[in-house]
């Protein structure tokens, strides 16, 4: 089983920074990675898929690279609505089955 | 729209048993993989269990195989989640997941509002 390690845990920043957010995988995941938002008392919001796509509606200030086991989701500039959670999730070949990291929370300093 | 709403959830006792729905619309239900993920108080996310399209292929993650069971309606565009065998470790919000293409399953691109279920005596 592949396991997925998110640092680091919190990362405390000013409303106009940058923010560097890191993911590993136990092992190789090719580019099967994605990039959730979670704010409290929402549903996580899909951002990046494919390690670096962006996904319907996501502004451009968020940008994922990577791939095998090393994964960066980059905020360019963070805006107020940006301070949440955030989650790294892969998806095994066979069978279907799928991994979270422990997530990121991105609070304000 | 894409809309995923879920139905079902509670307090139950250790042992007992719940039944999940999740009722969606706004898309061809029968085209896409469907999952659950939950999501303990305080804690990360889990993913629980997919579905293929036509039901024909199920999936679990290894805490719940063999207690919870995962099926679908396409006529009445429905996903379900029988909970048995039910511990406190169940408790959690439960979401209903869609994914991201029609394709074979890869991300979450749809999620519901979650319904929470309370295991406890």
């Known amino acids: 089983e592949i396991v997925l390690t998110q640092s680091p845990a919190t990362l405390s920043l000013s409303p106009g920074e940058r923010a560097t957010l890191s993911c590993r995988a136990s092992q190789s995941v090719s580019s099967y990675l994605a990039w959730y938002q979670q704010k409290p008392g929402q549903a996580p919001r899909l951002l990046i898929y494919?390690?670096?796509n962006r996904a319907t509606g996501i502004p451009a200030r968020f940008s994922g690279s990577g791939s095998g086991t090393d994964f960066t989701l980059t905020i360019s500039s963070l805006e107020p609505e940006d301070f949440a959670v955030y989650y790294c999730?892969?998806?095994?070949?066979?069978?279907?089955?799928?991994?979270f990291g422990p997530g990121t929370k991105v609070d304000i300093k | 729209e894409v809309q995923l709403v879920e139905s079902g959830g509670g307090l139950v006792q250790p042992g007992g048993s719940l039944r999940l729905s999740c009722a969606a619309s706004?898309?061809?239900?029968?085209?896409?993989?469907m999952s659950w993920v939950r999501q303990a108080p305080g804690k990360g996310l889990e993913w629980v269990a997919n579905i293929k399209q036509d039901g024909s292929e199920k999936y679990y993650v290894d805490s719940v195989k063999g207690r919870f069971t995962i099926s679908r309606d396409n006529a009445k565009n429905s996903l379900y989640l029988q909970m048995n065998s039910l511990r406190a470790e169940d408790t959690a919000v439960y979401y209903c997941a869609r994914d991201v293409g029609s394709g074979w399953p890869e991300y979450f691109q749809h999620w519901g509002q979650g319904t929470l279920v309370t295991v406890s005596s």
């Open positions: 706004g898309f061809t239900f029968s085209s896409y993989w």
């Open positions: 494919d390690a670096s």
């Open positions: 999730q892969q998806r095994s070949n066979w069978p279907p089955r799928f991994t």
